[in-house]
């Protein structure tokens, strides 16, 4: 029989406990290094001179990578181990925040062309407040990727969960080595989009990419035919609306 979902709140410092060993796992592993970064950049795009937040961005990979492209970046966390480690990364000038994506964003209306928030909307619960603190923090016409668990993950995996019911779910991780218990929120993919247009989003892409073309083919899941793909994220890039409060 199909394992049943637990629940336990999971509370904004959690990756506090475990920082350092996620941070050394994401670097170079499978999921980070080679799947979601290089997707979300190709997403991007050029970034010269776009002003770009990260929201719980984690040691600070994305970020850097986007400053060698030449973007102007800011990033905050609910971890300030992980605000550390991104200090340690991006030094100690860089626009780095301990903030909580689900109270109000310590940024002016309009401060950035494009915000990032890759592999953290999955844990929570209610998005309404985080989409539309980042809606406020974007300009009129500018970007936002959101990276989170692939919806259809719970009907493979937890055959008894109902699609479409917002549930959470523990799962447990090894780290480089170090056993974390992480709490998703699993949404159906109509329950995401209702989120952004609610938020004042209109959805520009849905895309589910292969893992980068140079990944060592030693990371690959074994025995599938095609090895570059197989289901872990759903990536959106979503456009910020313009609303009446932009014209005022
Ligand atoms: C899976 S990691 C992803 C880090 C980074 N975005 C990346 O892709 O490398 C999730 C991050 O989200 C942060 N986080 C979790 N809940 C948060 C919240 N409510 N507000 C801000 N950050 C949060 C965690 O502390 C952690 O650093």
Same mark, same amino acid.
């Given at each position: 029989? +199909?394992?049943?979902?637990?629940?336990?709140?999971? @509370?904004?410092?959690? /990756? %506090?406990?475990? &920082?350092?060993?996620? !941070?050394? $796992?994401?670097?170079?592993?499978?999921?980070?290094?080679?799947?979601?970064?290089?997707a979300v950049?190709?997403l991007?795009?050029?970034?010269?001179?776009?002003?770009?937040?990260?929201?719980?961005?984690?040691?600070?990979?994305?970020?850097?990578?986007?400053?060698?492209?030449?973007?102007?970046?800011?990033?905050?966390?609910?971890?300030?181990?992980?605000?550390?480690?991104?200090?340690?990364?991006?030094?100690?000038? +860089?626009?780095?925040?301990?903030?909580?994506?689900? @109270?109000?964003?310590? /940024? %002016?209306?309009? &401060?950035?062309?494009? !915000?990032? $928030?890759?592999?953290?909307?999955?844990?929570?619960?209610?998005?309404?407040?985080?989409?539309?603190?980042?809606?406020?923090?974007?300009?009129?016409?500018?970007?936002?990727v959101v990276v989170?668990?692939?919806?259809?993950?719970?009907?493979?995996?937890?055959?008894?969960?109902?699609?479409?019911?917002?549930?959470?779910?523990?799962?447990?991780?090894?780290?480089?080595?170090?056993?974390?218990?992480?709490?998703?929120?699993?949404?159906?993919?109509?329950?995401?989009?209702?989120?952004?247009?609610?938020?004042?989003?209109?959805?520009?892409?849905i895309s589910e990419p292969?893992?980068?073309?140079?990944?060592?083919?030693?990371?690959?899941?074994?025995?599938?035919?095609?090895?570059?793909?197989?289901?872990?994220f759903i990536f959106f890039v979503?456009?910020?609306?313009?609303?009446?409060?932009?014209?005022?």
């Open positions: 029989m +199909a394992p049943e979902p637990r629940t336990v709140e999971q @509370q904004p410092d959690h /990756y %506090d406990t475990f &920082a350092a060993a996620y !941070a050394r $796992a994401n670097e170079n592993g499978l999921f980070n290094r080679w799947y979601a970064r290089p950049l190709a991007l795009g050029e970034v010269a001179g776009r002003a770009i937040v990260d929201a719980g961005c984690g040691s600070g990979p994305l970020l850097s990578d986007l400053t060698d492209r030449g973007a102007s970046v800011a990033g905050f966390d609910s971890s300030r181990a992980m605000i550390d480690l991104a200090r340690e990364r991006l030094g100690s000038e +860089a626009d780095l925040r301990v903030a909580d994506l689900t @109270q109000t964003l310590p /940024y %002016d209306d309009a &401060a950035f062309d494009d !915000a990032l $928030a890759v592999l953290v909307l999955h844990y929570l619960q209610d998005w309404s407040r985080p989409l539309s603190e980042l809606r406020r923090v974007l300009k009129p016409g500018g970007r936002l989170v668990n692939h919806p259809i993950i719970p009907p493979v995996m937890y055959p008894d969960v109902d699609y479409f019911a917002t549930v959470p779910n523990q799962e447990d991780y090894d780290f480089d080595g170090v056993r974390a218990t992480l709490t998703i929120w699993y949404r159906s993919l109509s329950a995401m989009s209702e989120s952004f247009t609610a938020s004042g989003f209109r959805i520009s892409t292969p893992v980068a073309p140079d990944t060592p083919p030693e990371l690959l899941p074994a025995n599938e035919t095609d090895p570059s793909r197989f289901i872990g979503l456009e910020a609306v313009q609303m009446r409060q932009d014209l005022a």
